[in-house]
């Protein structure tokens, strides 16, 4: 059995708890809470006789072999860079860290540990995102010219630590337009990104974080990716990780899931809209994956890497944005 703890107590830690109950050969022992008034109830939710204030008194304790990381976003990197460094594999949620400096501190500590490492980018588990880049690798579109993607929260957006920069890095690009980042790199075969062109702002709130963006990301194969990330906005073209692709023999996209080629649309039959969007079955296979490559010992995709380059692309698009030019990606 994997012995699993997870550090926070809210919303995304709660999924991720019912995702380990749900999965065969997972022990779900701790959480690690800072406020006892949050923790207790979680503990309890979850039938945990464990619970800490900090990452410090869990790895104390021992007993432990891996860590979901479901806290704020600038917990990440310190949690995970402890964890990492006793031996503890780690699933953190996205976005990886705050920064990509923070991000290739974690890779490293990963590396130099020998313990595994993966961001919990849901997406590369849905169905019918497979299936969309099993249709890429198949040769179907031929060469891919552009695609489009979004990841917007209508007439709604969060609100606490998500919206304070100190604690969150960035705003709806860091949260939301991730999802549309690492969905589109994966259906491309993560290709490396070459630069980035972005506008991101704050129109809709009074955050201190942003709550529209626009990028537009060349990669290394030639493919141009048009991404929309927004909170609060009054329209959105799909839901969340919704991507076309426009290719030299075909068109294919993303809810509704379907490919157009010359005189043909081959509709693979997934059900349009879904009951749910994000269902707990998408955490579910996330949580086997994780799981399985402890037990395998096998590098996770999307592993520390694929995190560290998302996190490039979100720091470029910062900064093109206040330069207003393009930002070369080293």
Request: charged share 15%; net charge negative; with cysteine.
């Amino acid at each position: 059995m994997i012995r699993l703890a997870i550090s926070g107590a809210g919303y995304i830690s709660k999924i991720h708890a019912m995702a380990a109950q749900n999965t065969p050969e997972v022990e779900l022992v701790a959480v690690v809470e800072r406020f006892s008034t949050t923790a207790q109830p979680f503990a309890e939710q979850f039938v945990l006789k464990r619970y800490y204030a900090t990452i410090e008194e869990l790895i104390s304790a021992g007993g432990i072999d891996a860590l979901v990381i479901g806290t704020p976003n600038y917990l990440h990197h310190p949690q995970a860079i402890s964890a990492l460094q006793a031996g503890i594999h780690v699933m953190v949620e996205k976005p990886m860290a705050m920064n990509a400096r923070q991000a290739s501190e974690m890779v490293e500590a990963s590396q130099k540990s020998g313990a595994q490492l993966m961001v919990a980018h849901c997406w590369r588990f849905d169905p019918e995102v497979i299936w969309l880049r099993q249709q890429v690798e198949a040769g179907r579109f031929g060469k891919i010219i552009r695609t489009k993607g979004y990841a917007v929260h209508t007439h709604w957006g969060p609100s606490g630590w998500f919206t304070q920069s100190v604690f969150a890095g960035g705003g709806a690009l860091a949260d939301m337009g991730i999802h549309a980042l690492d969905t589109v790199r994966y259906i491309l075969g993560d290709p490396e990104p070459l630069s980035v062109y972005a506008h991101v702002g704050t129109y809709y709130t009074h955050y201190d974080v942003d709550d529209t963006g626009i990028l537009i990301v060349n990669w290394e194969n030639g493919a141009i990716s048009y991404i929309e990330s927004g909170w609060w906005q009054p329209h959105v073209d799909g839901p969340s990780a919704a991507t076309q692709l426009y290719g030299v023999k075909a068109f294919g996209q993303l809810y509704p899931t379907f490919i157009e080629e010359e005189n043909h649309r081959d509709d693979p039959g997934f059900p349009y809209p879904r009951k749910e969007h994000m269902p707990q079955s998408l955490y579910n296979t996330q949580m086997a994956y994780f799981i399985n490559c402890i037990k395998q010992r096998l590098a996770p995709h999307p592993g520390g890497i694929e995190g560290w380059t998302n996190m490039k692309v979100v720091d470029a698009a910062y900064k093109s944005s206040q330069a207003g030019n393009v930002v070369r990606i080293e």
